[in-house]
């Protein structure tokens, strides 16, 4: 991996010196994780001039402990542990820069707070800081198959995860306990952990999105809603599925379903290279309209996901630009009935041409309507 690290760190460097920087910082922990293999806490990245990465510096605050949930750093680049542990590695970052002769910066002001660049400027006044705009997160918009490998073996655990708790006893239990435990099966199965907090809505709690799993018990008849995903070596899932508890499903819960599974197979069929951002929601959005359901829906339909679980692109109504190929989407339409409850169906995929088969369908669990 530690060519595919300065591969990427060199592509950065090109960015930064076409808009007349000479070096770059980089801050924000997702971006230090994939240019550097790791992001211990508090940790930048200072890139120097010279392509190949001999001058490129990972500072922190203390050594990587190689923990799954950190990364495991390139070997080939130079750490250097801050002398006192409450310093700011970004300040000493600039501090080397600047002592180094470096005369402009790039840094990531999308990320950095208005106190922590004005402390950069106050320790290296002659050091002329420029935007590095969102150079790093274009980059990791396309993933490359090593990448995609730890998103499907992410989906994998996500998967087995909600099967083993479709085969126990639901009817009783409270929201937070079926959260806990398919957070404890993710870890069980390898994962570093959740990729985001699990959401477990039953009843009329069912269907909305990003719910907090609280106290309410499953009860017969309920629908029963899960969104969970699972981080591997940083790279995070997510599957989302709704159930039915207990017994047949009424005819209305069959209608609402029925619906929402048809928005979401529009949307995963449209998931081609060079179809726009905005279609994609469009396609899953109009069957949803046409029914009726058009308030109330969520801002969008789906979203990016790799080393964070909310990336670039955004499959919404104003969403601008295309996809492209190997970029991994979730599609996660729903509706929800206030009192009543609702559906909502998530799968995390990757855009394929056509000539390989589509898209990629990640998160394999049924989306068969089921009564548990």
Not at 175 to 198: I, N, Y
Not at 207 to 225: A, Y
Not at 248 to 269: K, N, T
Request: aromatic share 2%.
């Amino acid at each position: 991996m530690a060519e595919v690290y300065a591969a990427r760190r060199d592509r950065l460097r090109e960015r930064a010196t076409a808009s007349g920087s000479a070096g770059a910082l980089v801050s924000r922990p997702a971006n230090v994780r994939y240019l550097a293999g790791a992001a211990p806490h508090g940790a930048v990245l200072l890139l120097g001039r010279e392509p190949g990465g001999g001058d490129d510096l990972l500072l922190c605050a203390r050594p990587p402990s190689g923990q799954a949930a950190e990364g495991r750093a390139d070997e080939e680049l130079r750490i250097q542990v801050l002398s006192a542990p409450a310093g700011d590695a970004a300040v000493a970052a600039a501090e080397r820069a600047a002592a180094q002769g470096v005369d402009s910066l790039a840094v990531e002001e999308h990320h950095l707070t208005v106190t922590r660049h004005r402390a950069l400027g106050s320790v290296a006044p002659r050091l002329r800081l420029t935007g590095l705009d969102r150079a790093v997160e274009q980059l990791r918009l396309v993933k490359d198959e090593e990448e995609i490998s730890c998103l499907r073996i992410a989906a994998e655990i996500a998967d087995q995860a909600l099967g083993e708790l479709l085969e126990s006893i639901l009817v009783g239990r409270t929201e937070r306990h079926l959260a806990l435990e398919l957070e404890r099966r993710l870890v069980d199965h390898g994962a570093d952990g959740p990729a985001f907090p699990t959401s477990v809505g039953t009843g009329p709690h069912s269907g909305r999105t990003g719910h907090r799993p609280g106290d309410r018990r499953v009860e017969e008849g309920d629908f029963l809603s899960v969104c969970l995903g699972a981080a591997y070596r940083g790279y995070r899932c997510e599957i989302g599925r709704t159930f039915v508890i207990g017994t047949s499903p009424a005819d209305w819960q069959i209608d609402l379903y029925d619906l929402v599974f048809a928005a979401q197979r529009a949307g995963r069929e449209s998931l081609l290279p060079g179809v726009p951002c905005r279609d994609v929601d469009r396609a899953a959005r109009h069957v949803l309209d046409g029914a009726g359901y058009g308030d109330g829906l969520a801002e969008l339909t789906g979203h990016g996901v790799g080393l964070e679980i909310d990336e670039d692109p955004q499959l919404a109504p104003a969403a601008m630009g295309k996809l492209d190929a190997c970029v991994p989407v979730t599609v996660e339409p729903g509706v929800h009935l206030p009192g009543r409850g609702g559906v909502r169906i998530d799968d995390t995929l990757v855009v394929r041409p056509e000539a390989d088969g589509g898209p990629e369908l990640l998160t394999i669990t049924t989306k068969e309507l089921l009564a548990l």
